[in-house]
């Protein structure tokens, strides 16, 4: 389950960001095998008690990949001065996370991310599924040279005619204090749902529409073409790919 658990938050709350607090935390839960249920029912009750007043809580379901049935649970909206707070409720609240909670999982993790605004396509489309990709990034990878690619990357999509480039949104964090293995998680926001995946489900581009290469040669021309390709193609050491779904009846309100 090692750093496939971060990321997200409904692509309707970044509105909330400010420059002070673009930082979430994701705390990612495994349920123990035949516990789903009951893990369910005790996180209800748990937030019942104490996230629907403070300390709101989103929650996302994996449900493709090895870590299927796996869980999101996501504070948005943070700084880092909220890092030197303590809950006024903290002995219960973790009383019952460990009476209640804690006993029917299997893993549990840890991980703070910031949301990456100039980074991110479209980031205020609502949408309940998603598909995230977390890019583990090569130690000696160029960072301002990478993100100098994604922000064009950015540019030529907006530029781009047909369906789904018009339909397209992603959000994109990098996680904090990973170390040397540099992580960026990129969360693609589905308004129409996973049935959306299908091929053409926007119509089919016309014949002759410029694509995405042509675009960036036209814009930033061919040597700067060959440049990001052999950048993009040593970017990344792994990525892994997995749907997830918001769960409304989970999460605070």
């Not at 130690?139 to 030529?156: C, F, H, M, P």
Request: aromatic share 12%.
């Amino acid at each position: 389950m090692k750093r496939i658990f971060l990321l997200l938050l409904m692509s309707s709350t970044i509105g909330v960001y400010a420059q002070k607090t673009d930082l979430l935390t994701v705390n990612t839960v495994k349920p123990k095998k035949g516990q789903k249920m009951a893990f369910e029912a005790a996180w209800k009750q748990h937030v019942g008690k104490f996230h629907n007043t403070t300390g709101r809580t989103s929650v996302y379901e994996i449900t493709s990949g090895p870590n299927v049935n796996s869980y999101h649970l996501v504070n948005s909206g943070r700084s880092f001065a909220d890092f030197d707070k303590d809950r006024a409720d903290a002995p219960a609240h973790n009383l019952d996370l460990d009476k209640t909670f804690f006993p029917l999982l299997e893993e549990t993790t840890n991980g703070i991310y910031r949301y990456m605004d100039s980074l991110s396509l479209r980031p205020d489309t609502t949408a309940e599924r998603f598909i995230v990709t977390v890019r583990h990034l090569n130690w000696d990878l160029n960072q301002a040279a990478y993100r100098k690619e994604l922000s064009r990357g950015i540019t030529v999509t907006k530029s781009l005619k047909g369906g789904f480039f018009e339909h397209l949104s992603y959000i994109l964090y990098e996680q904090m204090y990973d170390g040397s293995d540099q992580v960026t998680v990129s969360v693609r926001a589905l308004k129409d749902g996973f049935k959306s995946l299908e091929t053409d489900y926007y119509g089919k581009t016309p014949d002759g529409t410029p694509n995405f290469r042509d675009t960036y040669s036209k814009m930033y021309g061919n040597t700067a073409w060959d440049e990001r390709v052999k950048l993009m193609d040593k970017a990344e050491d792994k990525m892994e790919v997995y749907m997830m779904r918001y769960r409304k009846d989970l999460s605070s309100q």
